[in-house]
């Protein structure tokens, strides 16, 4: 696998290099600390680590407040302790409020991971290939991901029957997972156990022509979601379906069932808001990822749907993930 991706750094530990760098006196914040790792949108992601992470003696994670220099909440569930260790460091504390003005550490020392994985991104997306494609094969495969703790994932393989929907083949496995959920690089999270899933499945010999990923394929801010970069990587065609729209404008407002309306980011048709039922109120978002394209995708989802939401190698796909993973 290291000759198709790149070894995804350790966040956790570039988290802790660099909170351990905010002095005594000082605090900083979930955004600041994103902005330090390289990018701000990994800020939810910090808070959530700052109220979950394995605690002990020495940990200065006190020290993390919200972005106004609220206190917020604090991993031993006690906000008082929080307060009191903020106190004894000499940090003046107004209601729940501390000055970031005069009491906020900006000046980290990182190599930005972030930015690097950016970068990694933008040169797959320059590899991504879109073309049209006019046969829909009897065959169709989807893979998906659940999650039984933070750091494990199961990944599941489903092959369909086109023309009937029903399941023929699967395969799951279970790995560990290094890096955490950060909108716009689940790529990093995902990837490595998709593409060892994919090594079990071609080695059965029941690796369908198309793929079908539980992610954004080029409806992605940078345009390379993970079924863009999955097919880039494993020299797939991939169409990505999602519930959410990650990006980009669509008027979704009156859909009739089985409508579907172009989905728009940087002026660019990047795929389609499809309403799939009449007893699903919100549709559903189809993207092109690699060597297919936006018509192709959204015919082969047609295709594959049976009256549920999700066609039907991905409601297996995720079925087969979370059973296996419980």
Known sequence: MADRFP????????????????????????????????????????????????????????RILRAGGQLGGYVTASDETKRQRLLDEGIAIDGDVVDLERFGF?????NRPLEELRRFQEAVQRQVVLRPRRIVPKLVGAVDVAYPSPNSGVAAYALV?????????SATI????????????????????????????????????????????????????????????????????????????????????????????????????????????????????????VAFGEQLVRRLLTGRRLPEPLYWADRLSKTAAR
Not at 161 to 169: A, D, F, Q, S
């Open 174 to 293: 279970r790995r560990r997972v290094a890096f955490p959920y950060i909108s716009t690089y689940l790529s990093f999270r995902e990837i490595p156990i998709y593409l060892d899933l994919l090594d079990e499945v071609r080695a059965a010999g029941r690796l369908s022509r198309v793929l079908l990923v539980d992610g954004s394929g080029i409806l992605h801010h940078r345009h390379v979601g993970i079924a863009s970069h999955l097919g880039v990587v494993a020299k797939l065609p991939t169409v990505g379906v999602t519930k959410k729209l990650l990006c980009g404008s669509v008027d979704i407002k009156g859909m009739a069932s089985g409508e579907s309306r172009p989905v728009v980011h940087q002026d660019q048709l990047v795929g389609v808001a499809l309403r799939p039922t009449a007893g699903s109120q919100r549709p559903i978002f189809i993207s092109p990822g690699h060597l297919v394209d």
């Open 161 to 169: 029957e086109t023309e009937t929907g029903r399941l023929v083949w």
């Open 106 to 110: 900006r000046d980290f020392v990182s």
């Open 7 to 62: 070894a995804v750094p350790d966040l956790t530990g570039c988290l802790r290099q660099l909170l351990a760098q905010v002095p005594a006196g000082w605090v900083t914040t979930c955004g600041n600390l994103a902005d330090a790792l390289g990018n701000r949108i990994a800020a939810r992601w910090v808070g959530h680590w700052a109220l979950h992470h394995e605690h002990g003696a020495g940990c200065t994670c006190h």
